[in-house]
């Protein structure tokens, strides 16, 4: 039994001129207009395929106004501390994942996706840790990451492999550490064992104060992603952690340091965003920064340092888009704005169509049913699977793509990336209690017509 029913949506052009000038009544877009904006900053980021995130501390999981802020307005974490070295192996060999649990489970269970901080670090290393040397101390590291790596595999959207381990100043070269005193090697193997240990991962090198493109750290974080590239050392995404205040202010070449990081083949994320300040000036800085991620199109993300001010390591400058109190500052409306104004689509040429899909009951009592955002050169599909009159324990989902490739999907495991592609869940939405429903998604380039979602329970 398939297609019981088919709605499609087109929204008319909002610029008479564009049309005008291109004598075309089909030209079409969506979700730049009041109307249509998305109302959280999760749901505006998506619409052009990007995610919205934020740092979350285990301590502060009990106070409702946070959760109910991250809940709503979020759709990536990253553990402000909790998967640090220090917090996960606390003595050698002994692994502990007590808190990053809670806030991985808590994102899983809300249908977000995680990014993993950090394998490999100077910082906050366990006591027995920092005073290791030689082949004992890349031994142990290699041994953490194989572990933590192999822990989360499959959970983890991006890990943040190496952090930190570009000097500041002048030099361009490499921070003394401990590790770097194993070897100029370190950051390559720990990227190898990354990869290793979980392959699905995109893996990215983390830095702050590479943000700035004439800065000699950037240009030294740069070669290096251009030398892994050239060499095959496996390597995804580059996060910008992007901390800004008055000595530290948005580059006037930010933009084109985020470009140039993609132009190597590399995914980039802005990843532990504040800046500090308030009012219109703050908000503006937020403009620019969001802007000019939209405008990178291997930009792939935003997470912001924290949720409310005084959640902030810097609270005092407060650097964050709601206030103590858990309100909204004018640097959230303007980071809301922003990503509303790039909407689904990248061009006034581009034609958007919203298609809903469903499929009656199948044998196995689920249905399925696509919602997708469709833009020139690509696509988000969000399938919504629906428990008939029995509780499911676990389900398939038969996609068709004739014109379109899977480059990225969340909530579920899939066998290919184009032709029929079957979508079993993962382990935490395989249970739906009869009536019920659950989600998970898929982003590609080309098109994503004719998805027609059928669902077996299993
Ligand atoms: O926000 C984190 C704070 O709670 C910790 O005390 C601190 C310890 O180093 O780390 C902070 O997070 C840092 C992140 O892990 C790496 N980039 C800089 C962040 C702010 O210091």
Redesign the pocket.
Known sequence: MKLTSRSVSLVPIVSTVAAAALGASLILVANNTPANAATTLGAAAAQSGRYFGT?V?AGRMGDSTYIGILNREFDMVTA??EM?MDATEPSQGRFSYGNADRIVNHARNQGKRIRG??LAWH??QPGWMQNMSGTALRNAMLNHITQVASYYRGKIYAWDVV??AFADGNSGGRRDSNLQRTGNDWIEAAFRAARAADPGAKLCYND?NTDDWSHAKTQGVYRMVQDFKARGVPIDCVGL?S?FNSQSPVPSNYQTTLQNFANLGVDVQIT?LDIEGSGSGQASNYDRVTRACLAVARCTGITV?GIRDTDS?RANGTPLLFDGGGNKKAAYTSVLNALNSAGPTTTTTTSTTTTTTSNGPGPGGCTASVSLNQWNEGFVATIKVTAGSAALRGWQVTTTLSNGTVTNSWSANRSGTNGTVNWTNVDYNGSVAAGQSTEFGFQGTGSGAGLDPTCTAS
Do not use: C, D, M, V
């Open positions: 740092a501390a402000e501390n640090k901080h950090a910082s906050q952090n930190e702050y952690q901390h532990e340092w390591w």
